[in-house]
């Protein structure tokens, strides 16, 4: 399967696999394993953002919910961890349709608001469901078990669970480029018109929204099984909104990018951490500010830019957005453009 | 039951202050505030440091507060908000939560996560015929009604009023007959921050005084907004008592649901209004 993607854009998918292969020889390799986790994530969330047009607040509920799934089935069943994953990702899937439904409804801010509050309950469900959950302890000693194999080194956990990644990104990359993709973009760019071409929009959406729900939950239980533990903080808004700031950093719309957006935040986090520095909230919130403010092309976006402005109005990258809109509605997924 | 009810007035009373400053700026700006928590969390340690520091007493924090917080908020909008104005809106949601981490951070970063002590600046109860309830609350709940109902008077009764209430539902054409609508952003701005930060002095005697007391009300206020309609004024106000009250008696009955009984609220009215309990669909 990684061939196709190799066969059509040969120089960054294999820069992207090397680097994905080679990277718990360059850092720390549970470090590295939580940036394959959150690159998925990030991934799974600019599916909704970059190419529906949704910004989602509320996909901690996703990741956290399906971290507390895969860690109780890994914990009380001794199922072998993709399945605990993979389990992980169905109930994310599961709690997507509900939320979705409700949410698609609305459209820009509204949306953000609403997936946030969802989110929030979904938080507060985990807080007060002691019994299962854990509470404010969360859930620990979550086992790493794949048929007797010793995983307990996170060197070798890291190609263990890599494989999830690269397959999730594969996911991601066929939906953006297939005609259920092109739709999405179409509604993106112009839900009216994709309307009345007799596209049902918001059944488009929710499929969209589930579909990177169950993303974000493989992504949120492999870093479940990669801690060995779940905690609150997986449910949490600021989680929601650490990713959605991977993602602009990364750059709207690039689903590539946000990888890079991932490894950026998650070394910065633990430098800090490891520095004895605890509120990283103000040192990454400025970086998001200051991403908003004046760079919100993000990296990928604008080394996208810079090669495309060389290369001439010739070779256009390829999902360019419409030209047919008002000069002034400058939509978040323009801001690549 | 009745006192249970009275306490849901109570927290109603700050859902409905910060709801209020949501609202205003919603409608004249068409941004959502992410930090309209973290302002209210800097009104209580406004509040705690000028005790602590100064020993100046609450009721002359009670106004110095909100208006440094206020004049502070107009120096946000002019630097960041306007810059991002002509843009999505979402690009100032996202700026403002990013300002809200480094709001909570900072914060935590001097004061750590413990609660910082505040007195009540009076004691005693009041006799209210089937129980006595602490002379406190009831003065915020009193406050709190007659600022939502001052702004309510303000805007349907004055021509600043009219103003703000036509640049918010026509700002073109409100342009178009000679008014300067942008003049009234940036005052709008600061006075919806200067609400929360009222809101948050208020709260400094009887609630939790610490960094994060502002990260979890925030959530619930968005709810609130969202079941009184984004933009109407009136809803989220009325939204906001009634969230407090519906809480509470959930509380009461149902004890588990207590938080998460106002996102059950919210996806009911989505179900049945998604525009919210008072808003317009055109809104949508």
Redesign the interface.
Known sequence: MILSMLARRPVPAVAGLAVALALPWLIYPPVAMDIACWALFAAAVDLLLGFTGL?SFGHAAFWGGAAYTAGLIALHTGLPFPAAVLGGALLAALLAV?IGY??V??????F???T???A??VY??A??WRDVTGGENGLQGIPRELFGLDLSDPFYFYYAGLPFVLAGFFVAWRIVRSPFGRVLVSIRDNPARARALGYPVDRYKLLAFVLSAALSGVAGGLFAISHGFASLQEVY??TS?QV??MV?LGGIGTLWGGALGAALIVELNDRLATAGF?????I??????LV??VF?RGIWGTVRHLLASRAGASRAAAPEPSDNKPA?S???S?ARA | MLEQAFNGLVSGSFYALLALGLAVIFGMLGVVNFAHGAFYMLGAFGAFILLDSFGVNFWVALFVVPIVLGLAGIALERLFIQRLAPLDPLYNFLLTFGLALILQDVVKHRYGVQSQPYPRPFGGSIDLGLFTYPAYQVFVLAVSLAVCGTVWLVLTRTRVGMIVRASTERPELTRALGIDVARWVSPVFGFGIALAAFAGVLAAPMRAVNPLMGADLIITVFAVVVIGGLGSVFGSVAAGFAVGLVSALGNLYVPALSQTLVFILMAAVLLWRPAGLFGREEAL
Request: glycine share 8%.
């Open positions: 910004l509900p409700l949410s409804r609305l459209r820009g801010i509204y953000a608001m609403v946030l509050a969802f929030q309950m507060f469900v807080n007060q808004w600021t909104g959605v700031m602009v605890e509120e990283t909230g103000i990454t919130g400025a970086i998001f500010m908003v403010l919100r002034n400058d939509t978040l323009d």
